[in-house]
């Protein structure tokens, strides 16, 4: 199984993106998505994520309802729509994916076993 994130880009402040993880080998259905990202000088912190069972989404308290992560099962792909972007976004954003994952380690960047590329988003002021 893997992943592929895309869609990163240069952005200016107050503007959107969304970024693609797309799977291959595995339906999306069977694994939990997560997104972190990792700034220059900082550890890679959680994004967002949407789980396997049930298909219920969690998102870091920094989001603020700007982000949206969905999972499109007939494309095979997770997105990650994101608004109102901030220079404090500008990372190198990853996705995740693991097929046993439980609540309580969602948001652990340890706990997932598959992991796309990176991608470049930097946000202007």
């Known amino acids: 199984v893997q992943l592929q994130a895309s869609g990163g880009g240069l952005v200016q402040a107050g503007g959107s993106l969304r970024l693609s993880c797309a799977a291959s080998g595995a339906s999306t259905r069977s694994y939990s998505i997560g997104w972190f990202r990792q700034a220059p000088g900082k550890e890679r912190e959680f994004v967002a994520a949407?789980?396997?069972?049930?298909?219920?989404?969690y998102y870091a308290d920094f989001v603020e309802g700007r982000f949206t992560i969905a999972k499109d099962i007939a494309k095979n792909t997770v997105y990650l729509q994101m608004t109102g972007m901030k220079p404090g976004d500008t990372a190198v954003y990853y996705c995740?994916?693991?097929?046993?994952?439980?609540?309580?380690?969602?948001?652990?960047?340890?706990?997932?076993?598959?992991w796309g590329q990176g991608t470049q988003v930097t946000v202007s002021s």
């Open positions: 995740a994916g693991d097929s046993n994952l439980i609540l309580s380690t969602i948001r652990d960047s340890r706990q997932y076993k598959l």
């Open positions: 949407v789980r396997r069972s049930g298909g219920s989404t």
